[in-house]
């Protein structure tokens, strides 16, 4: 078997130029296979893991993934707000540790604008429990003073250029992002007579909050004062220093994170919340609505799998295939070895020795390739068990893919050397 | 050394026989001239002596070992020891030096490294035979696809000789050669055959080499026989 080794490499050597092409294919079915499961895994993980350290989302009665995609993922709307009363009514409850009110509608350039108090960078988490961080500058005030201050997340900062002290204003209604793009300089902004001031750039999380604009809900309330049923008054233009004169405080808000003092009476104040008389409410927990929402998605990650699937499969066939091809530029080869004394097992070991390393060379290759595209790209997570498996079966189908040709060459190589057909 | 006893063979089972041969006999040592029409089974008959095909009928035994008597592995391991072949053409693997060609037979097969330790191995045998098949020495560390293809068929031949199996079977080794080259080949051929003691069976239309070799097997005439029989 030793001597076979350096037959292999000679062998190889000298039909380098079409081996280099199985390895180039076999590298990028690799790659693209990789990429998908990572992408997959991604996803999954960074949809898991967008909201932690809440106990509760309670919003009008609607769908919980409707409320839960709206008031984590800013996606969709709620057809109904809830009343800043029973918010406070919420807070005292003897179970509720802390409420933070969230109200959305408003955007600025695509992003997301959400309104809140300056408890929502204290309590809200994503991950396993990793708070928000403050990457520069400070959360804004609750008081009058923080009126006009924003907190945007990582991505905002990034994409927008963005730093501390710059001026932004905030257009009235969620618009999409590629338009608002579009219109960043024939449209003015609805409320560009309130310019807001940068105070904070939070650290990247890899979840909605790097796409999000926060502000005071004062200063939605400030932003709206001289609007009536979503369009501005007419003639009715309230100047942003005048505004601090009037009562900010919100009535009614989109939704509320709750947080408790002790896990266990989560489905007693979920109880609370649904039975509430004054208003239809809903408790929803965060867990089990991404579960709901993940298994509509789920279909997304079904059709993803299909693919790498499909990847795969067609990547081995098409190794057979190239490999099946190649043997018969081999016929000649092979039979001389088989002329000299060389049984059909060397022949065997041959071709599954140039299937293993070609293999080989291409898995990690593709590996390579798709590392590099990925560091390249986004941010990734690491997941080295499945990797490995994944490697592995590659390699176990690679090297299955070269005994079929195998076989067929050792039928062929000895009549063809004796009764030579050229 | 060879030994038929009455066959036939068909290369599919209802077809007509390709063919069919009375007993045949040959002494080690000796030189024979097998020829023939085109596709009279000149091939085939050097396939079964080979132990690649099996006649339908009948036995063919060499150095006394019935073919069909050893499993394929076992016929693979018995051809590697005791038979050396000589294509038309193509006998080589272009990627490897002409020396390396040679001494291919011995990874292969232990029996015939064994005999290489007289001339002092495989590296040295090897030289002894291309030297005696007049390939000079600057020749040995080139690549096998630089040889022009005289040069090709000698390496061919040496390789056959290493080890000094008991048969050589040679199919139309000269045809891929111009007449000027093949009375050459043909003599180093004959020559280093019977100071190796080899058996050698020689497939060829070029009749004017008849007379040089000690059997002259003609195949319609052996057929006749065997349809006689």
Known sequence: MNSLLGIARRSAWNRRSTLVWVVVSLALATALLWTLER???DIRTSFAQSVSGVDLIVGARSSPVQLMLFSVFHIGSVPQSMSMDSVRALAQHRSVSWVVPLSLG???RGYPVLGTTAAYFKHFAHGDKQPLVLQQGAAFADTLDGLYEAVIGAEVARKMGYGLGQSITLGHGMHDHDHAHEA???QVDEHADKPFKVVGILAPTGTPVDRTVHVSLQALEALHLDWVAGTPMPGGNIPAEQARKFKLEPKEVTAALVGLKSRAAVFNVQRFVNQYEAEALMG???????GELWSVLGLGENALLAVSALVALVSVVSLMAVVLAGLNERRRELAVLRAVGAAPRHVLGLLTLEGLWVTGAGVLLGVLLAQTGMLLGATWLQSALGIRLQMGAVLLAGMLASLGPAWRAYRLSLADGLSPRV | MIDI??????WTRAGADTLALGPLHLAAGQTVFLHGPSGCGKSTLLGLLAGVLSPQQGRVSLLGQD???LKAGQRDSFRADHVGVIFQQFNLLPYMSVLDNVTLPCRFSALRRGRCQDAGGPEASAQHWLQRMGLTSELWGRPAAALSVGQQQRVAAARALMGQPELILA????????AALRHGFMDVLLQAARDAGSTLVCVSHDEQQAARFDVQW????????????
């Open chain 2, 67 to 69: 073919w069909a008597a």
């Open chain 2, 171 to 178: 199919d139309e080794p000269t045809s891929a050669l111009d």
């Open chain 1, 106 to 108: 408003d955007s600025h």
């Open chain 2, 218 to 229: 003609s195949l319609p005439a052996l057929q006749q026989a065997g349809v006689g029989a």
């Open chain 1, 284 to 290: 929803v927990m965060p867990g089990v609505a991404l």
């Open chain 2, 5 to 10: 006893e009455p066959l036939r063979f068909a």
């Open chain 1, 184 to 186: 960043t300089d024939t």
């Open chain 1, 39 to 41: 992408l997959r895994h």
